[in-house]
């Protein structure tokens, strides 16, 4: 079982925002572009449903806000953690992953979105390792046992606050708030045709990366896997 499939199967029979399912362990687990989530029991795995009522195009907006309150959460259990955020909605700690999500959504047929799923998995008590990416948990990282109901708590909470930042400030604010953050660089990053390599530049007001290349001159992405190293 996957709680993202779950979610998707209430946002299309109706039910309404706010519709949420915690799970223990996932059998499915699913990651992005296809991928698998390894989610044994001690890990946070939840998703809820939104019906924003926003046009399909800002939905990735709510990519940025969910990586900000999973960072504030972890920073609630380890203040010190040494903690960068990855474009598009990955979070780092000590350069590791911890935290995955996916965000899966649905446009009405006036174009704006009918029904957005999102799912955060956030490393409470194991790092499963993967062959893609070093990976990281609260308690690796912090030294402490924290209970996934702490970490739900916490990470609602930040939620919350930034989704409603995100309605009264708009996008800017969590465009900044995620650049304080971000792991800069040079970074490759893999598109459908080709791979390109260049220097994180910035964060676009629509959330696209804009990449450097060697040659200056500047392209703009909408989404794609990006890499630091050859492990990441
Ligand atoms: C990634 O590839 O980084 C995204 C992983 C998303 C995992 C979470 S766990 C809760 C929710 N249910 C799923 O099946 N996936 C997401």
Redesign the pocket.
């Known amino acids: 079982m ?4 779950d979610v998707k199967i209430a946002a299309v029979s109706g039910e309404d925002e706010g519709f949420a399912v915690l ?1 223990a362990r ?1 059998t ?6 296809g ?1 698998q ?1 390894i ?1 044994p029991e001690g890990n946070m ?3 809820f449903l939104l019906r924003p009522n926003c046009p399909m195009v800002d939905v990735g907006f709510y990519a940025f806000v969910t990586a900000l309150a999973v960072c504030d959460a972890v920073l609630e259990f380890v203040p010190n953690a040494d903690i960068q955020l990855k474009w598009p ?2 979070v780092l700690v000590d350069g590791k ?1 911890i ?4 965000l899966e959504s649905s446009p009405a047929p006036n174009g704006v979105v009918e029904w957005l799923v999102i ?3 956030i490393n409470v008590k194991h790092s499963p390792s993967t062959a893609s990416y070093p990976t990281t948990s609260l308690a690796e990282a912090g030294k402490q046992v924290v209970s996934v109901q702490q970490v739900v708590e916490s990470f609602l909470r930040h939620f919350d606050y930034w989704r409603q930042a995100l309605s009264e400030k708009g996008f800017v604010a969590i465009r900044s708030a995620w650049l304080e953050k971000a792991k800069k660089g040079p970074l490759g990053v893999h598109l459908a045709d080709k791979t390109l390599f260049g220097e994180f530049e910035d964060l676009d007001e629509n959330g696209k990366l804009i990449l450097k290349l060697a040659d200056g001159s500047k392209h703009s992405i909408a989404a794609g896997d990006i890499f630091f190293n050859e492990r990441q």
């Open positions: 996957s709680t993202n499939e799970a996932q499915a687990g699913k990651g992005r572009q991928k989530w989610s795995y939840l998703s909605n990955d992953k935290s995955g999500i996916l799912g955060a998995g």
